[in-house]
């Protein structure tokens, strides 16, 4: 109530100062120059005899519209500049990083000074010195807080779309960082007012004839000893505004604190990985030796190294290992969402039957925008919080198809049917926070063929899901796959559900795929002791409760290490002398089965009798 009290007198004051004293403030009294403060002048006069209540009321809005102007201003300009590190490339990012701490290495006020010195002295080289010296200040802001956005999910699925900087910039980096920075900006209008006095005050600012309150309290600084008051009196304007406007921040960020919920960064969203073999006509994605390098400050590491798979239209592939096998950085790369001074490298990489090294990065950008899709696991985060379920579900087909905005709706409510979703009004209105955990992943998956993609890659989408609800992802993303011969990529930890829904299963290790082999012949046919092993740690309705479950001895190996030979040989109880130096390579082991190992296991039991009863039918 203060702050709305102190605030309302100043609006007032601005919109009627000039209005009801403004001819009194600028009427010369030759009788009354210099007068102490008396009845009819309570302040007093100055050296032409006019009114100093009359001009300190008047300037009210002479000195706080430039100071907002000038914040307004240096709000926009830094907060351009410091938001654009969350959507330019690396190199970009490092320039603009250099050039804001530079710009902060220099105090504000001087910046000031000598900018408003540079423009000339008046009120216009005023608004303008103090923006370019408040513009850092607002750009390091912005780029902590944009830094904050850029490694959430919601804007690596943006950039899966395809979507335009300018689109990233305006639609999901500013305004999930735009309350923080209104709060700044109201209370930096407070610091521009004293600035812009102070500027005045030293004659660098408002020139007579015109007036604002740093001015008035540079001429009644002449006689503060005799009459204090005409040098006072401005004083207590410029901090009565200027506490407002803080209190004004104050209370903005109180309200704030009430109900915004703080952003949590997610682990970098796991992409696809892909599957076996020989080029063909069918196959929607062909990668041949893929290899990932990471840079850090103790070296390369390299999670990556090796990777040969493919996959076909409307086939669902899974991806299983442990964790640090390199599934995340696999897919990351192939949907091209490595972070900055990644490297990835690979012999053959076709997208679409397209050889990706023959297009530009634009053309790269659009292809993936249109053909691939990635389904994270935590729906919560792949979604932005400050951007309505509607917006987010037609932005891709709107900039990529031309759709017009009915057009996109209408394709978004029959996609939120076919996830039996209701595809009203209310839902595309409704913000992610108002949804389930199931609803959000259904919405995601219908995001997710908005495009009808002929890719999508699934990062564990049933994992945070009761079993119900897991039950219900895994038949839509079956019909997905049927209704538009979409090929997905399921990584998942869970080997008994790869097993029941995917047709092919990627077993990956050490950055490699170490086995590829029918889903149907996982439990009982895989050949590769890692796979082996992998399942025998999956319990089931049979095991011996009195015996602890087989575990894997020892750890994947370290990425920022070399290794020599098979990745699995130290934790390997089948290993050869010759796989401690020679790495196998995936080589097929019969028909659809292939196995990277110099000493595959002999066929389970169970395989075998699958075998025969196989070639009896």
């Not at 100055?46 to 002479?62: F, I, Q, S, V």
């Not at 639609?171 to 812009?196: D, K």
């Not at 917006?391 to 031309?402: D, P, S």
């Not at 996830?419 to 919405?443: I, K, N």
């Amino acid at each position: 109530m203060i702050t709305l009290a102190m605030l309302g007198s100043l609006a007032v004051l601005a919109v009627a100062g000039a209005v009801l004293w403004g001819h009194k403030a600028g009427r010369p009294d030759p009788s009354a120059v210099l007068q102490a403060p008396t009845a009819v002048h309570p302040l007093g006069t100055d050296r032409l005899g006019r009114d100093l209540l009359a001009r300190l009321l008047t300037a009210t809005w002479l000195s706080l519209l430039p100071a907002v102007v000038a914040t307004l201003l240096g709000a926009t300009a830094g907060i351009t500049l410091g938001a654009l590190t969350a959507v330019v490339g690396g190199r970009a990012r490092r320039l603009l990083g250099a050039l804001i701490n530079l710009l902060l290495a220099f105090p504000a006020l001087l910046v000031a000074m000598f900018f408003a010195a540079l423009f000339g002295a008046g009120a216009v080289g005023a608004v303008f010195a103090l923006a370019v010296a408040f513009a850092p200040g607002f750009a390091r802001i912005a780029q902590t807080l944009a830094a904050g956005v850029a490694g959430t999910d919601f804007m690596a699925a943006a950039r899966v779309l395809g979507l335009r900087r300018h689109r990233l910039l305006l639609r999901h980096v500013l305004p999930h960082i735009a309350e923080p920075l209104m709060l700044s900006t109201a209370v930096a209008a407070g610091s521009a007012l004293v600035a812009l006095s102070g500027l005045s005050f030293l004659g660098l600012g408002v020139r007579p004839p015109s007036y604002d309150w740093g001015l008035l309290l540079s001429q009644g600084l002449d006689r503060i000893y005799t009459e204090p008051l005409p040098a006072v009196a401005p004083g207590i304007a410029i901090v009565y505004a200027a506490v407002a406007f803080q209190l004004l921040g104050e209370v903005l960020a109180g309200a704030a604190a009430g109900r915004i919920r703080p952003l949590r960064r997610e682990a970098p969203a796991v992409r696809p990985a892909r599957v076996d073999r020989p080029a063909g006509a069918d196959h929607v994605l062909e990668v041949e030796d893929l290899r990932v390098a990471l840079p850090t400050a103790d070296g390369a590491v390299r999670p990556v190294r090796g990777v040969t798979l493919a996959l076909r239209r409307g086939e669902m592939a899974g991806l299983v290992g442990e964790s640090g096998s390199g599934k995340s950085v696999t897919a990351l790369a192939l949907a091209d969402l490595l972070p900055d001074g990644a490297r990835a490298t690979w012999r053959t990489h076709r997208f679409l039957g397209v050889d990706a090294e023959s297009l530009t990065r634009k053309e790269r950008r659009r292809q993936l925008a249109t053909g691939m899709a990635v389904v994270f696991q935590n729906p919560a985060s792949a979604f932005n919080p400050s951007l309505r379920i509607g917006t987010q579900m037609t932005e891709a087909v709107r900039a990529h198809h031309g759709a017009s905005r009915a057009e996109a709706v209408e394709q978004a409510r029959d996609r939120l049917q076919r996830v039996a979703l209701p595809a009203g009004h209310r839902l595309l209105r409704s913000r992610p926070f108002q949804l389930s955990g199931g609803q959000r992943q259904r919405v995601a998956i219908a995001t997710a063929s908005m495009m009808r993609p002929a890719l999508i890659i699934a990062d564990e989408p049933t994992t945070a899901l009761d079993v119900t609800v897991q039950r219900q992802i895994m038949d839509l993303l079956r019909r997905i796959r049927h209704d538009d011969a979409t090929a997905i990529l399921f990584i998942s930890h869970d080997i008994a559900l790869v097993a029941d829904a995917c047709d092919r299963v990627l077993v990956m290790y050490g950055g490699t795929i170490v086995e590829n082999l029918p889903a149907h012949e996982l439990a009982a046919c895989a050949r590769h002791p890692y796979t082996r092993m992998l399942v025998a740690s999956v319990p089931d309705m049979a095991v011996d409760r009195d015996h602890p479950l087989p575990t894997i001895e020892g750890g994947p190996p370290d990425p920022s290490g070399t290794i020599s030979g098979c990745p699995f040989h130290d934790r390997c109880p089948h290993r050869l002398d010759r796989c401690a130096v020679e790495s196998p390579v995936l080589a097929p082991l019969e028909p659809g089965h292939d196995v990277a190992c110099w000493q595959p296991l002999p066929p389970a039991p169970s395989c075998a009798r699958r075998e025969t009863e196989e070639v009896e039918k």
